[in-house]
């Protein structure tokens, strides 16, 4: 089992749809989670983080997190063609100075 | 504040060789990690370095080293390249001050192993 594992997609939605991407980690005692857009050919960039249970906004990001069921997941609202990148899900197992797991990342096409 | 900075941001080389690429952190960034991502593995943590010691470690050979400055700069090696080397290799800061740990990544350089 991955320590990180996300659907490779391609996920396609239209725009001004929601779009919503998941991921699940195997490490019960983790401790954070990032979300990082990569557009092709381009480095992550930090799109949010979450350490706590529930939800987490920041415009038309949402962060939502489980840890009794080990999934966190990011919902976009009003999908935009410029939101069309790969997602990577990263895991901060233990916190603390522990290196952090990537996903292998969701590819998202926002169709206009 | 300037970014993550890296070089070389392209190299060709050819097996058996060596290469050394170069990071600059975010400054007051003391932290700095390495990762080599493919196609096919994703982003994949080499190592990490904090005040000049490696912390952290992921699973590569011991053709991949590392070191940090005391200006946080961080240099990694890569030994008897292969072909399997080529690869986006992506260095991130971060400030490993308090909270979730957020990293910001440089623009990468892109080896290619002939």
């Known amino acids: 089992q991955k320590e990180v594992e996300q659907n490779s997609g391609p996920l396609s939605v239209p725009e001004g749809a929601i779009a919503s991407l998941n991921c699940t980690y195997s490490?019960?005692?983790?401790?954070?989670f990032f979300w990082y857009r990569q557009y092709s050919g381009k480095s992550p960039e930090l799109i949010m983080f979450?350490?706590?249970?529930g939800d987490k906004e920041d415009g038309r990001f949402t962060a939502q997190l489980n840890k009794a069921s080990q999934y966190v997941s990011l919902l976009i609202r009003d999908s935009q063609p410029s939101d069309s990148a790969t997602y990577l899900c990263?895991?901060?197992?233990?916190?603390?100075?522990?290196?952090?797991?990537f996903g292998t990342g969701t590819k998202l096409q926002v169709i206009p | 504040k300037a970014g993550v900075t890296q070089t070389p941001r392209y190299l060709i080389k050819t097996r058996g060789q060596q290469v050394t690429l170069s990071c600059s952190p975010i400054?007051?960034?003391?932290?700095v990690s390495w990762y080599q991502q493919t196609p096919g593995q994703g982003l994949q943590f080499l190592f990490e370095?904090?005040?000049?010691?490696?912390?952290n470690k992921g699973n590569f050979p011991g053709r991949f080293s590392g070191r940090q400055f005391s200006n946080s700069r961080s240099e990694m090696n890569v030994s008897t390249l292969e072909l399997g080397d080529s690869a986006l290799y992506l260095c991130?800061?971060?400030?490993?001050?308090?909270?979730?740990?957020?990293?910001?990544f440089g623009p990468g350089t892109r080896l290619l192993v002939l």
């Open positions: 991130a800061s971060s400030l490993k001050a308090s909270g979730p740990e957020t990293q910001y």
């Open positions: 490490d019960r005692g983790s401790q954070s």
């Open positions: 979450i350490y706590s249970n």
């Open positions: 990263a895991v901060n197992p233990r916190g603390g100075y522990q290196k952090v797991t």
């Open positions: 400054s007051g960034h003391r932290s």
């Open positions: 370095y904090f005040s000049e010691t490696q912390r």
